[in-house]
DNA sequence: TGCTAATTGTCTGCTACCGTACAATAATCG
DNA sequence: CGATTATTGTACGGTAGCAGACAATTAGCA
């Protein structure tokens, strides 16, 4: 989604957009020179973390769909650096791992969403940031709210 | 990108983050029924109220790229929803203006933005905005100098 | 046990975004 | 004027996301 028209320009919500987009663009180049995407990064950080497990959990985990799930595993898969091996219990089930290429990898990857935190709010007032906390917050529950009914 | 992974899950950057996808959710819900997406009605929302200009001026003022623009337009096109024509006086350029149905269209949409808005913030104290809006434009602005360099 | 859920991952089709490279066209400078 | 450079839009490949439909498989209930 591109910038807000003019009326909206001033919004906390314009300038969530705006930092949404800025940070996201860090990431993205951070990630970029190891050839990876942010997902991809999200998915090797819980993997490694976490421990091998199902695509379901990670989808869940990730807040993101089935299919989705099922693109990224499968561009990982092809560059070698995630295995998926059914389950032997749920033939269903697909259980996901890092692979040898994959720890190397991550070994030699920085933190981008740290990188990202550490320079849009060091050294800011801890005051206002949990007042920019809880604004995003509340207005995040009012618009869930919103899509349910 | 997905959701956060646990250490950063409370920052500002992380709910800034959430408040964009519930925005985002909010707005092509509201358009999915009109059968059209955020950038497309961002697109129809500039030629209506700015009259016809080139593809380069609107890339610039929604902040996309030009082929990023071009996918776009060639959509709306192939919906009918704008007319395309090459400048008579630079044939590189090509002129974007809303058809006669672009405008009946366009008349029977709500503004999914200022509905966004209102759900998220109606009512919210003034100087808490105030804040936020301040917290998100500063670390914006560290982000983008972080950027460049 | 056997039929009917429900679950899991994939596929297709769509939107949307970037970066790189390219052809066509214009502008500029020697 | 002609060669170089800049601009404009497009093509292609990659990442990321959703919705809906589907096959395979499992679970649950009659």
Redesign the interface.
């Known amino acids: 989604?591109?910038?807000?028209?003019q009326?909206?320009h001033?919004?906390?919500?314009a300038?969530?957009?705006?930092?949404?987009f800025?940070?996201?663009?860090?990431?993205e180049?951070t990630l970029r020179e190891h050839g990876i995407g942010?997902?991809q990064w999200?998915v090797l950080?819980?993997l490694v973390?976490e421990g091998p497990t199902t695509q379901r959990e990670l989808a869940l985990?990730?807040?993101?769909e089935r299919a989705t799930m099922s693109g990224v595993v499968s561009t990982l898969v092809r560059k070698g650096l995630v295995a998926q091996i059914p389950d032997a219990a749920d033939q269903r089930q697909r259980i996901l791992s890092v692979t040898a290429a994959g720890r190397t990898l991550w070994a030699g990857l920085p933190d981008p969403?740290?990188l990202?935190?550490a320079?849009?709010?060091e050294g800011?007032d801890e005051a206002?940031?949990a007042?920019?906390?809880?604004?995003?917050?509340?207005?995040?529950a009012?618009?869930?709210e919103?899509?349910d009914s």
Chains 1, 2 share one sequence.
Do not use: C
């Open positions: 989604m591109p910038d807000e028209s009326p909206q001033d919004s906390v919500g300038w969530a957009k705006q930092y949404y800025a940070s996201r663009a860090l990431i180049a942010p997902t999200y950080h819980q973390n985990a990730l807040k993101i969403v740290a990202a935190t320079a849009s709010f800011v206002d940031l007042v920019a906390r809880r604004v995003l917050q509340a207005a995040t009012r618009l869930l919103h899509l």
